[in-house]
Each structure stands twice: as structure tokens, then as C-alpha cells.
């Protein structure tokens, strides 16, 4: 049975947050990114934050548990000519600290996208998930996604 906690503050992430989030990633043992919080890595990171945080279509956000960084997500709406020009919104890089998972964190910040997305007028929320994370895809068929899809990529 999944613990409630005190509702998070969901907010933009800031680049005081880089650190933080960096570390997210770094403790996935399923995400297979290679993220590390070593020093040679930082320039790539800022980069990285730099170009989402100027891009008016994407935003990168952060919940907060007592002025502590415990998650994650990033939002992308983007325009497309299928559906008459609808707008799309895309949901990716949700991660929520693993001493923290099943406190129902992950199910704030997810509930939190759509309503974004809504506001911004998409029509639909697409996210992909590894496929070795099962727990995730009861997670997200919980909150109502579908599998719907297929999904594909390749290595560049």
C-alpha cells in the first residue's frame, strides 16, 4: 500500500537545482545513461539545462520535500500537422528519489504534467518507459495512460 507524504512543491527547476538533479539520475541503476556527478561532467550537464531552460517549448521541473530536490520531470510541447495541427506534449525524464518511491512523489509530479500540458492545450500526453522498468508501467497504467504504442529508437 503506497504512503502518502506531504505534497511536494512542484516549481521550475533553477540552476542552483543542477546538482540534484544530476545525482537523480546518477543513483538509476535501471536508466543505463551513464550519468555521473563527477566534476568532468558538469560543463555537459549546464549545457544541457542551459539549452532546455531557453527553450520556450520545454520545461524542466523539480519536487521539492522540505526544501530538499526529490524529483523530477521534463515537459516538451511541441506542434503537430497530425490531428489538424494539434498540439502535443511529451513527458520525459521522470525520476523520483528510490528512498522516496511509492510515497505517491512520482504520482504528484505526473498529475502536475498533465495539467500543464492541458493548459497549454495539447491534446495528448506521450511518455516512453524502459522496459525493464515494470513498476513504472503499472505506475503509469494507474494513472491512466495506455500502451498504445510501440516505441523505437537507435543509437547516434
Same mark, same amino acid.
Given at each position: 500500500?503506497?504512503?502518502?507524504?506531504?505534497?511536494?512543491?512542484?516549481?521550475?527547476?533553477?540552476?542552483?537545482?543542477?546538482?540534484?538533479?544530476? $545525482?537523480?539520475?546518477? /543513483?538509476?541503476? #535501471?536508466?543505463?545513461?551513464?550519468?555521473?556527478? &563527477?566534476?568532468?561532467? =558538469? /560543463?555537459?550537464?549546464?549545457?544541457?539545462?542551459? /539549452?532546455?531552460?531557453?527553450?520556450?517549448?520545454?520545461?524542466?521541473?523539480?519536487?521539492?520535500?522540505?526544501? *530538499?530536490? %526529490?524529483?523530477?520531470?521534463?515537459?516538451?510541447?511541441?506542434?503537430?500537422?497530425?490531428? =489538424?495541427?494539434? #498540439?502535443?506534449?511529451?513527458?520525459?525524464?521522470?525520476?523520483?528519489?528510490?528512498? #522516496?518511491?511509492?510515497?505517491?512523489?512520482?504520482?504528484?509530479?505526473?498529475?502536475?504534467?498533465?495539467?500543464?500540458?492541458?493548459? $497549454? !492545450?495539447?491534446?495528448?500526453? $506521450?511518455?516512453?518507459?524502459?522496459? %525493464?522498468?515494470?513498476?513504472?508501467?503499472?505506475?503509469?497504467? *494507474?494513472? !491512466?495512460?495506455?500502451?498504445?504504442?510501440?516505441?523505437? &529508437?537507435?543509437?547516434?
Amino acid at each position: 500500500m503506497p504512503v502518502t507524504v506531504d505534497a511536494p512543491v512542484i516549481r521550475a527547476a533553477r540552476p542552483e537545482d543542477l546538482q540534484a538533479l544530476v $545525482a537523480l539520475f546518477a /543513483a538509476d541503476e #535501471l536508466g543505463g545513461h551513464g550519468d555521473t556527478c &563527477k566534476a568532468s561532467a =558538469r /560543463a555537459d550537464y549546464r549545457v544541457a539545462f542551459d /539549452a532546455i531552460d531557453a527553450d520556450p517549448r520545454t520545461c524542466l521541473f523539480v519536487a521539492e520535500l522540505d526544501g *530538499r530536490v %526529490v524529483g523530477t520531470f521534463q515537459l516538451v510541447v511541441v506542434h503537430s500537422l497530425p490531428a =489538424r495541427g494539434a #498540439l502535443r506534449a511529451l513527458l520525459e525524464a521522470v525520476q523520483v528519489d528510490a528512498g #522516496l518511491r511509492g510515497r505517491r512523489i512520482g504520482e504528484a509530479m505526473v498529475r502536475f504534467a498533465i495539467g500543464e500540458a492541458r493548459r $497549454a !492545450g495539447a491534446k495528448s500526453l $506521450a511518455l516512453t518507459s524502459n522496459k %525493464v522498468r515494470l513498476d513504472a508501467h503499472r505506475f503509469y497504467r *494507474r494513472l !491512466g495512460f495506455a500502451n498504445s504504442h510501440e516505441g523505437f &529508437k537507435i543509437g547516434l
